[in-house]
């Protein structure tokens, strides 16, 4: 079992920035990638973007440029770093961890971008 924890969401003008925190706990050393998803109302969930265990990330078109993804030294916690946010980012975001093809989830946290 793993438990994901996501912080630093908020409310934030069109071009600021905001990072988002997950922190994974439980059974870390099975993990084998963690990410980032989002969901806007009325839409489908969408991949921001991930990090494998040997640190190859990547990220999706919506954010390439603009979001960072990076992991602590512990590699139990991963940020996502928002900059130039747009009202179109406004979404609930989600922290994802994979072990062995089971795929854990966080709860959420909510970005507000107002233009």
């Known amino acids: 079992q793993v438990q994901l924890v996501e912080s630093g969401g908020g409310l934030v003008q069109a071009g600021g920035s905001l990072r988002l925190s997950c922190t994974a706990s439980g059974s870390i050393s099975g993990i084998d990638a963690m990410g980032w998803y989002r969901q806007a109302p009325g839409k489908q969930r969408e991949w921001v973007g991930g990090i494998s265990s040997g640190g190859s990330i990547t990220y999706g078109q919506s954010v390439k440029g603009r979001f960072t993804i990076s992991r602590g030294n512990a590699k139990n916690t991963v940020y996502l770093q928002m900059n130039s946010l747009k009202p179109e980012d406004t979404a609930v975001y989600y922290c994802?961890?994979?072990?062995?093809?089971?795929?854990?989830w966080g709860q959420g946290t909510q970005v507000t971008v107002s233009s």
């Open positions: 994802n961890a994979d072990v062995i093809g089971y795929r854990y």
